[in-house]
């Protein structure tokens, strides 16, 4: 993996994503099981120097070729809230449907898609989101506070 980089030197960013595209490329002329897992290892190395809801889609994509489900959720989750706390709520909306779809039911990307629907003005989806997960969990905090930022159907 580290041919080309001089001893002492630490690879940069550009380096494993220009590894994880050449190792994308490889898979395509066979060995896929080989070459994929390490094009993905490579877009976590990248991640690891700069986190971004690119690097985490990219790693997604990676990880759904290979069916690393768990993994590919992950970072579609992680893509979102990047999305989500970059105020680019399409994003977000779509990366959590991929992050959902991989494992619905998860508590975290239901919480961040009420948050998504909250801020793009669609209450009544964010209240029923939250409202199931509180039937799961009456304790959570976290989730009867921001059902608490939803007004009740019907009120101004």
């Known amino acids: ?3 080309g980089i001089e001893p002492g030197s630490t690879p940069t960013l550009n380096y ?10 490889l898979s395509r002329m066979g060995q896929k099981e080989t070459w994929m897992p390490r094009a993905l290892s490579a877009m976590q190395q990248a991640i690891e120097i700069e986190e971004t809801s ?8 990676i990880a759904l070729s290979i069916n690393a489900e768990d993994q590919a959720a992950v970072h579609f989750y992680r893509s979102a ?9 399409n994003a977000a909306a779509t990366r959590l449907e991929a992050a959902l779809g991989l494992l619905p039911g998860d508590r ?9 629907f909250i801020e793009t003005g669609r209450q009544g989806e964010a209240r029923v989101i939250l409202e ?11 989730v009867s ?11 101004p």
């Open 1 to 3: 993996v580290l041919d």
């Open 16 to 25: 494993w994503k220009q590894y994880a595209m050449t190792c994308i490329g």
């Open 54 to 61: 690119e690097l985490h889609q990219n790693a997604a994509s």
């Open 81 to 89: 809230e990047l999305s989500f706390e970059a105020g680019d709520m």
């Open 108 to 116: 975290h990307s239901l919480v961040l898609q009420a948050r998504v």
């Open 132 to 142: 199931e997960l509180l039937v799961s969990d009456p304790d959570d905090a976290e």
């Open 145 to 155: 506070a921001l059902l608490q930022q939803v007004p009740a159907p019907g009120a």
